[in-house]
């Protein structure tokens, strides 16, 4: 039972750009908590992404890059390729259950 | 370079404890800057962080598990531990261990483990 909101798919064309929302509530990014994103590639385990909304860990492409508006925050990729293609999560902590808190995924297809 | 291993049996009976263990190499357990948490993953399933230790401060638990979860650790393996007791087919999934890093209210997850898949079954 997520309680951060993802669309289950995304899908674009090599060198498209595509978005993908992270939707929470009062209690989790309306609250000022921040969000952190992770690709996982099939049968992997997750990557850290961006931590922090925006911030790219070392050796993330600047093609990815993360923003937050209220209680949304945004993955976006630009000029995506076949590499792309994985799931990705948004994460991050909601003070009324006391926990971290996990998106519902989505899965991006590259055409 | 900061590596994490889960271990443990692959298969559970239903009702019986399911143990794994983290071997952190690289890096201390004990150094106070990280915690170290536990997120699954049921097979074509979303994720759920199950808790973390924090060398210098215990444990915190997912409130939804905490009744069944128990993190501890051994410092002279370098080793954080996870049980869950009374497992149901519910509980098959990937787990996965992790550093957290940053602050409690704003901690993400880096490195993870490659993830061991638990199957509850009889």
């Known amino acids: 039972q997520s309680v951060l909101t993802q669309p289950p798919s995304v899908t674009g064309a090599p060198g498209q750009r595509v978005t993908i929302s992270c939707t929470g509530s009062?209690?989790?990014?309306?609250?000022?908590?921040?969000v952190h994103w992770y690709k996982q590639l099939p049968g992997t385990a997750p990557k850290l992404l961006i931590y922090?909304?925006?911030n790219r860990p070392s050796g993330v492409p600047d093609r990815f890059s993360g923003s937050k508006s209220g209680t949304s925050v945004s993955l976006a990729i630009t000029g995506l390729q076949a590499e792309d293609e994985a799931d990705y999560y948004c994460q991050s902590y909601d003070s009324s259950l006391d926990s971290y808190v996990f998106g519902t995924g989505t899965k991006v297809t590259v055409l | 370079q900061l590596q994490l291993q889960e271990s443990g049996p692959g298969l559970v009976k239903p009702s019986e404890t399911l143990s794994l263990t983290c071997t952190v190499s690289?890096?201390?357990?004990?150094?106070?800057?990280?915690?170290w948490g536990w997120i699954r993953q049921p097979p074509g399933k979303g994720l759920e962080w199950i808790g973390s230790?924090?060398?210098?401060?215990?444990?915190y638990y997912n409130l939804s598990l905490k009744s069944r979860v128990t993190i501890s650790v051994d410092t002279s393996k370098n080793q954080v531990s996870l049980k869950v007791r009374s497992v149901t087919a519910a509980d098959t999934a990937f787990y996965y261990c992790?550093?957290?890093?940053?602050?409690?209210?704003?901690?993400?997850?880096?490195?993870w483990g490659q993830g061991t898949l638990v199957t509850v079954s009889s």
């Open positions: 690289g890096g201390s357990i004990s150094n106070s800057r990280y915690f």
């Open positions: 922090g909304n925006h």
């Open positions: 009062s209690s989790n990014i309306g609250a000022g908590h921040d």
């Open positions: 992790a550093r957290q890093v940053g602050h409690p209210g704003f901690h993400y997850f880096d490195p």
């Open positions: 230790f924090y060398y210098s401060g215990g444990t």
